[in-house]
Nanobody, 122 residues
Framework: VQLQASGGGLVQAGGSLRLSCATS?????IGWFRQAPGKEREGVSC????????VYADSVKGRFTISRDSTKNMVYLQMNSLKPVDAATYYC???????????????????WGQGTLVTVSS
């Protein structure tokens, strides 16, 4: 399994960004995680390949949307109404056996892409 995240950048507070994760290999659960300097990695969102069900962290509900394009093997994270607290390096992760859960456990995901940096200016 290979994952490659892209789409990060600098945006003003209130703005939007769309992150992309190119995937290859068999995967089931695909998640987005983020890590800000000095903080632990936290789960942001997750989507299940089998039924397209989704999970969101409370902090991003209503602002972020995860989706996937199976024809292109891509997973997206549309981020709207960005806040300075959303600034972090964002990672996509995947696993062939996991089913996304509300806890978004980073340790259960076996494949990780490189991060893409999101900076939000106030």
């Amino acid at each position: 399994v290979q994952l490659q995240a892209s789409g990060g950048g600098l945006v003003q507070a209130g703005g939007s960004l769309r992150l992309s994760c190119a995937t290859s290999g068999f995967i089931h659960a695909i998640g987005w995680f983020r890590q800000a300097p000095g903080k632990e990695r936290e789960g942001v969102s997750c989507i299940n390949r089998s039924d397209d069900s989704t999970v969101y962290a409370d902090s991003v509900k209503g602002r972020f949307t995860i989706s996937r394009d199976s024809t292109k093997n891509m997973v997206y994270l549309q981020m709207n109404s960005l806040k300075p607290v959303d600034a972090a390096t964002y990672y996509c992760a995947a696993d062939p056996d996991l089913y996304c859960s509300d806890s978004l456990p980073a340790g259960d995901f076996t494949s990780w892409g490189q991060g893409t940096l999101v900076t939000v200016s106030s």
